[in-house]
């Protein structure tokens, strides 16, 4: 098969999405040849893990460096994806980390920009000027309003909307079904509750939740 070998880090269900993502593209133009999963501590592998494709942990890649070309990161949370991205980014700066778009996902190529090992899955759809920066994810059937921004490592799980001009600051997490209003920025490391409500700012590492989202009141 023609395209680029890539590898998946991770092992559990959100990394076997994404070994299906690549599988759609490959349905629609082949591009990439899955080879398998990569995780970090094969003693930590559990009960939902992908064993019978785990080729091993980081010093896998050192010893078949030149069996594969590229990797994405199949793990759904914000700090995991970029200390994930950081570690090898640092121990293997020749590797590759294409953008997978799903065939289904609408994105204006024009105007916006996808960076290395950002994913659209399935159902997405994106308007204009739209940014997302190094290892941002954009879960099932999400939308991008004009001129939004996924900083780094950003998640989105399925269903958020986004409107325009939101512009959300690395390690952002938003939980399923929640909607971010026209212009509001996130913090670094905030993280949004499923099916909130933001209608205004919030501040870098807190959690809202609710309609209209509030912070999270902790015991």
Known sequence: M???????????????????LIEEINRRTPAHEFIGYIVSDLSRLGEHDSRD???GDYSWIDAHRREFDALAIGIGTPGARLKVAAELEQRFPELEWPPLVHPSAIFDKERGRLD????????????????????????LACTLGHEAVLGRGCVL????????GVVLEEGVLVGTGAQILQYVRVGKGATVGAGAVVTKDVPPGETVVGIPAKPLKRS
Not at 6 to 19: D, M
Not at 120 to 126: N, S
Not at 157 to 164: A, F, K, L
């Open 53 to 55: 494709e785990v080729l």
């Open 2 to 20: 023609a395209g680029k070998r890539i590898a998946v880090v991770g092992a559990g269900g959100f990394a076997r999405e994404v070994k299906w």
């Open 157 to 164: 799980n399925p269903t958020v909307n986004i409107s325009g």
């Open 116 to 139: 290395k090992g950002t994913l659209l899955c399935a159902g997405v759809i994106g308007t204009v000027n739209v940014v997302l920066e190094p290892f941002a994810m954009v879960n």
